[in-house]
């Protein structure tokens, strides 16, 4: 079965570089820019798995990680959080929110695929 990843960045680049990797792993891949489209997708699309920007546009990507994680049936979505910024409290405080990981920008493309695979196996 495919699995549906949803990357919510406002970086164009670096969200076309993230689909273009997992899409081309096999996962299906649908994008969104901020915490309100993000939320809307994932109504619809019911992803497996969320990679959400620290740092959005319209409200931080901890909101909708914690929006998400209390939403009917999605206690359990793994959420891995980008984040310019390598302190060790950005990490703790994601995890405190209930996201499984975090990953700093700029990152090696295969850590994140590797992570990606990992997280979802783990999840299945």
């Keep these: 079965m495919i699995k549906n990843i949803l990357i919510v960045d406002d970086e164009a680049n670096l969200t076309f570089a993230l689909e273009f990797l997992l899409s081309h792993a096999g ?4 994008t969104a820019v901020n915490y309100e489209q993000a939320l809307a997708t994932v ?4 992803p497996d798995m969320v990679l959400v920007d620290a740092m959005l546009p319209d409200r931080s990507g901890y ?12 206690a359990h979505l793994p959420v891995l959080m980008l984040t310019t910024r390598g302190l060790d409290v950005e990490r703790e405080k994601a995890l405190s929110l209930g996201a499984v ?8 493309p295969g850590a994140v695929l590797a992570r990606v695979q990992e997280l979802l196996k783990e999840a299945a």
């Excluded at 909101?63 to 999605?74: I, N, V, Y």
């Design 63 to 74: 909101d909708l990680c914690q929006t998400l994680l209390a939403m009917p049936g999605l």
């Design 27 to 30: 996962f299906q891949v649908t």
């Design 101 to 108: 990981d975090s990953i700093v920008k700029p990152f090696n």
């Design 43 to 46: 109504q619809k699309t019911c």
